[in-house]
């Protein structure tokens, strides 16, 4: 992608990502059509659907050419990443979206050719806006973010990390290893939204982020703005990202991130 085109691109989804979150906070108060999708707690709500839609509109009539890769139905098809392809999710974090009215995101990954290009997080509720072009750095609003610390030990670090993978029916990870990971570790956090605790990675008050379960909408815009302030973003064997499929992910400061998968991450076969 050239770098006029980049710039375009840019503006054009920072005013529609800003737009959707306008709408959004305009109808939080609303009553909600509450679905279910892969089990009783992976919820659907009408927002996400009209938020994914409009994504869908505005793309389609601005750049027939690219395509939509998302979570509610509105994308393409898509089996390989050619071209330029958006990476949405409308609302990451439904589940607080639905019962806490905050701490949910819009998330948007744009590739070319399977390159992340740009990356936007947008904080609806507190109307903070993440956001970066690759080879740019990445912006809190209009500040840019600073290089991560790489000299942090991981016994100082904070993760995040949903520690119900501890327990012993966990098909994903062996236990042992993530409560020894919990011991070692400074603390824990959870928010509920994958595309936050990405963005708090790049800000710098998280120092990692470790899921074993992740969609691309989920981490497409996130791993643009940790590779931006020098973190570095992998499935949690240290292979490449599949952004056609659901996968595990490890972004974390570079100084931590073999300490990690190497002492305390035994994946399952």
């Known amino acids: 992608m050239d770098k006029n085109m980049k710039q375009e691109v840019y503006e054009k989804a920072k005013a529609w990502i800003l737009e959707a979150g306008e709408r959004i906070r305009e109808k939080i108060d609303a009553p909600r059509s509450i679905e279910t999708k892969s089990n009783p707690n992976d919820l659907v709500t009408e927002m996400d659907q009209e938020t994914e839609e409009f994504f869908a509109n505005r793309i389609k009539e601005t750049y027939p050419e690219h395509y939509l890769l998302g979570e ?3 994308g393409d ?12 999710d409308p609302i990451d974090g439904t589940m607080n979206f639905v ?11 744009i590739y070319h050719e399977g390159i992340g290009e740009v990356g936007f997080i947008y904080n609806v509720m507190e109307d903070v806006l993440y956001s970066a072009q690759k080879g740019q750095g990445a912006f809190k609003n209009d500040q840019q973010l600073p290089p991560l610390n790489q000299t942090r030990p991981l016994e100082q670090s904070i993760l995040a990390l949903n520690t119900t993978w501890m327990l012993p029916e966990n098909p994903h990870v062996n236990h042992k290893g993530i409560e020894e990971l919990v011991k070692k570790l400074r ?12 963005a708090f990675v790049a800000e710098g008050i998280l120092d990692g982020y470790l899921t074993m379960t992740l969609m691309p909408w989920d981490y497409a815009a996130g791993a643009i703005l940790v590779r931006e302030v020098g973190g570095t973003v992998s499935k949690a064997d240290k292979q490449e990202l599949d952004l056609l499929d659901q996968t595990t992910v490890l972004a974390s400061r570079v100084n931590i991130y073999d300490e990690i998968i190497d002492d305390y ?3 399952k076969k």
């Open 99 to 109: 019962h806490q009215k905050r701490n949910f995101a819009i998330s948007i990954g």
């Open 265 to 267: 991450v035994d994946l």
């Open 187 to 198: 603390s824990t956090r959870s928010y509920g939204s994958a595309a936050l605790e990405f």
């Open 77 to 88: 098809e898509i089996e390989e990443m050619k071209g330029t392809v958006w990476i949405v």
């Open 72 to 74: 509610e139905g509105f």
